[in-house]
């Protein structure tokens, strides 16, 4: 398959990458063993998320739903690395902003004095970035890859 990698994350020996294309979502699992070297995972963590990958693999079925898959006839498979190409590789801070950071509600003054408070409380003091309009339609071709962009263009075509 050939997709963008939309989160890369190593668990132990394996690493674990979302795979997307369109509006699905896969999960990709590389371990080292007798058919998959050491150095294809270790390869594997170093990909960033964006980067456009072909992947020949294996396709398995997992015993527990893979929540983060999509749409839901996709959460209880998922495709084994055997061999993993990088078609267009996304180098580090290439890009303006993350799509997870793009993702995430803009906040307004208010909610930022009450989440501080609650924070205070907590003794957490979290902060994630905030991605500004500008900042958005200056870079329109990432921020047409959000979750809330893709469900605005799924209802358009079904109109």
């Known amino acids: 398959i050939r997709g963008r990698a939309d989160t890369v994350r190593k668990v ?10 369109s ?31 072909d992947i020949v693999g294996t396709v398995k079925l997992t015993k527990e739903k893979i929540a983060t898959a999509t749409p839901d006839s996709l959460q209880l498979i998922e495709i084994v690395v055997k061999k993993i190409y990088v078609v267009a590789g996304v180098e580090a801070n290439q890009l303006p902003f993350e799509i997870t950071d793009a993702s995430r509600p803009e906040q307004t003054d ?25 900042i958005r339609l200056d870079n329109r071709w990432i921020d047409l890859r959000t979750i809330a962009n893709h469900a605005i263009f799924r209802i358009q075509a079904g109109v």
Request: aromatic share 6%; charged share 35%; hydrophobic share 30%.
């Open 12 to 21: 132990g020996g394996r690493v674990f990458m979302l795979i997307r294309r």
């Open 23 to 53: 509006f699905c979502k896969v999960q990709v699992v590389a371990e080292a063993n007798d058919n998959t070297p050491k150095q294809l995972v270790k390869y594997c963590e170093k990909i960033k998320s964006e980067s456009i990958v």
């Open 110 to 134: 208010n909610d930022e004095n009450e989440n501080e408070s609650k924070d205070n409380n907590n003794n957490k003091n979290k902060k994630f970035v905030n991605v500004g309009q500008k």
